[in-house]
């Protein structure tokens, strides 16, 4: 392919492509490209296209706005290869964030000088058409991260011959904190929400540092007393339209077996029989496919429900600043305190590999380091000298 140059005012040029004549009417094509800059600039972008031309890497210029192509990904491929929660959490970030800052650049236009003030914006206001303050350095992260995948399968596609999005430095997040509680405050809680419908569940969420989604997700089939395990086979969502949905764990290590201790045994045995007895009485025998947490009907407990309960009740112990999701915490940490090696901590929680667990309780190591340190010297105090002769 060959090209030239056509010169449209001061510091603007045009790049005229001779295309290959329409296999149809056999009429000469070309394409035309918009170069701002000057001859130079514009001669150096002409032998970067005919290189791509020549590679197979050109794309032609569209007047796709990124907005149009967002869109169309939800469409054709998020709407199909993701899960219905990741999905709305696409949908939420590109209709809220993403188009009304940056939806009317044309895609094959977006630079990195677009996206970057993007992020400053949203990290200091919320960003464009957005009311009250800005948004958190985690947030702003997870909208570049959509924008970068959604710019990989442009990529793919072949309507960008490169993914601009990561040429740009998203915020960096503060480590999320979290408020682990110590024994005496579980017991208290514990305590305090034996007269809660939802006490069991806070129970088992305490002794197994299972995650809520994972614990509305049990069915009594799932839960061997006798062998005292619970097997998480299926978790449990409720999108925002109302539905709930049951899918598989996301990961395979989030699909595994936890053991129960005898505490957590004895509590869901006392469930079981006071739930037997409860359907029984509503016309409605317990099934080993039935969810072990659910109303009386069958039907599943708001996620969100089971949070404001439990923040209710540690407000009334007098325990501030705990979330649900800190129970999960709470279990981990007492583990990791008690010895506990953190490869069984992270089987128990589910975590992907033991970098992530020690990553994310490593407020825990150094108090386990100067244990491992005392116990160090101590054996070596307590060894008799001919076990250390024989030893050497």
Known sequence: MRGHLVK???GSWSIVLDLPKDSTTG???QQWV???GTKKEAEKRLAEILTQVDSGGFVRPSKLT?????RQWLR????TNVRPRTLEGYQGVIDRHLIPSLGAVLLVQLQPSHI???YSTALNSGGKDQKGGGLSARSVLHHHRILSEALSHAVKWGVLTRNVALAVDPPRPAKKEM???DSDAVRMFLSSAKGSMYFPLFHLATYTGLRRSEILGLRWKDVDLDMAVASVVQVLHRLKDGRFILQEPKTAKSRRQVSLGPAAVLALRNYRERRQAERIIAGRPLSQDDLMFCHLDGSPIRPDNVSRAFSRIARKTGISGVRFHDLRHTHATLMLKQGIHPKIVQERLGHATIAVTLDTYSHVLPGLQEQAALRFEQE?????PADAVAGS
């Not at 990124?66 to 967002?70: C, V």
């Not at 070596?380 to 008799?384: I, P, T």
């Open 66 to 70: 990124l907005g149009e192509f967002l």
């Open 380 to 384: 070596l105090a307590q060894a008799r």
């Open 34 to 36: 918009s170069v701002k």
């Open 76 to 79: 054709d491929y998020a709407a």
């Open 27 to 29: 009429k000469r094509r």
């Open 116 to 118: 970057q003030p993007y």
């Open 8 to 10: 449209r005012g001061k």
């Open 179 to 181: 408020h682990p509680m």
